[in-house]
Nanobody
Framework: QVQLVESGGGLVPAGGSLRLSCAAS????????MGWFRQAPGKEREFVTAVSKRGITTNYADSVKGRFTISRDNAKNTVYLQMNSLRPEDTAIYYCAAHPTAYYSVTYTRDRDYDYWGQGTQVTVSS
């Protein structure tokens, strides 16, 4: 089993920045491809970004390209989401997710690809 704990959410004005963290335990972190998803009120959960298990490849939703950056530190068992130039439409609960994989450079963009999920952290961007 993999446990994921997100942190770093909060209230920020439009144009501001936040960095989310997701700490993993229960399995060797470098065997896990990681992703971030978000769910706004009344909407379905959507893909935000993903990183391959060794950090070789990243993938972003068009809505966050150029503003968000995913990174991981396998020594600290943590994946990060740096969010800059935040907009009110970025308001959502943000979830990290993990998928054990044998592939070094593959990212996963569908929520059904992921086996483990964190509890989520709220991000609110005020206008």
């Amino acid at each position: 089993q993999v446990q994921l704990v997100e942190s770093g959410g909060g209230l920020v004005p439009a144009g501001g920045s936040l960095r989310l963290s997701c700490a993993a335990s229960g399995r060797t972190f470098s065997t896990l491809a990681m992703g971030w998803f978000r769910q706004a009120p009344g909407k379905e959960r959507e893909f935000v970004t993903a990183v391959s298990k060794r950090g070789i490849t990243t993938n972003y939703a068009d809505s966050v390209k150029g503003r968000f950056t995913i990174s991981r530190d396998n020594a600290k068992n943590t994946v990060y989401l740096q969010m800059n130039s935040l907009r009110p439409e970025d308001t959502a609960i943000y979830y990290c997710a993990a998928h054990p994989t044998a592939y070094y450079s593959v990212t996963y963009t569908r929520d059904r690809d992921y086996d483990y999920w964190g509890q989520g952290t709220q991000v609110t961007v005020s206008s």
